[in-house]
C-alpha cells in the first residue's frame, strides 16, 4: 500500500503450527465446493457462456474466464459421453420407449424436436435409461434406427 509518505507494509499473520483450516475453500482446492453444479445448471438451462460469467460477477462479484465456464461444461461432457458408452444390461424385463417434442435452442435459433427416450426396468426393479436421441420429427424410420441401435449395443455386452 502506499501512503502520502510512501509504501507501507502491511504484515498478513502466519500459521506455523498449520492448523488453521479456511472456511470457504478447502486447502488445495481450486474451487467453491457446489460451484461448478450451479454453472452447469445455468448451462443446461440454455445459458450461454457469456450470460453465466456476467450473472456470477453480478450475484457472487466473481470475474470468471470463458474458458474457465467451458472446462466446468467440458467436464459434463466427458462424463455425457462415458454415460453413452456404457455397457448395457444383457436383458430387460420391461422397455418403454417414447418420444416428446421439446424446444430446443441450437446455434442461437429456438426449434421444435423430438427427443427419443428408451427406458428399461431390470429384474431387480432398477430404472435405466438407455438413450436419448433428438431428432427434427418423429417417425417409424427413426425409431428403427433407435431400435438397431440398442440390438446393436445389447449384442455388443453379451
Known sequence: MI???????VELPRDRDGTFEPVLIPK???RFAG???R?????????????????????YGTDVSPNFINSVTDEVMAETIAWQNR????????????????K?????????KAVYLAS???????????????EQTEGAKFWL????????????TS
Open 3 to 9: 501512503t502520502e509518505r510512501g509504501p507501507v507494509r
Open 28 to 30: 488445495h482446492e481450486r
Open 35 to 37: 460451484f461448478d453444479e
Open 39 to 59: 454453472i452447469i445448471a445455468m448451462y443446461a438451462r440454455g445459458m450461454s457462456v457469456r450470460e453465466i460469467q456476467a450473472f456470477l460477477a453480478e450475484n
Open 87 to 102: 455397457p448395457l444390461e444383457a436383458m430387460y424385463p420391461v422397455v418403454f420407449f417414447d418420444a416428446l417434442r421439446v
Open 104 to 112: 430446443i435452442r441450437d446455434g442461437g435459433i429456438v426449434s421444435n
Open 120 to 134: 428399461g426396468t431390470q429384474a431387480n426393479g432398477q430404472r435405466d435409461v438407455l438413450g436419448l436421441w433428438v
Open 145 to 156: 434406427k433407435v431400435f438397431n441401435e440398442l440390438r446393436t449395443e445389447a449384442v455388443r
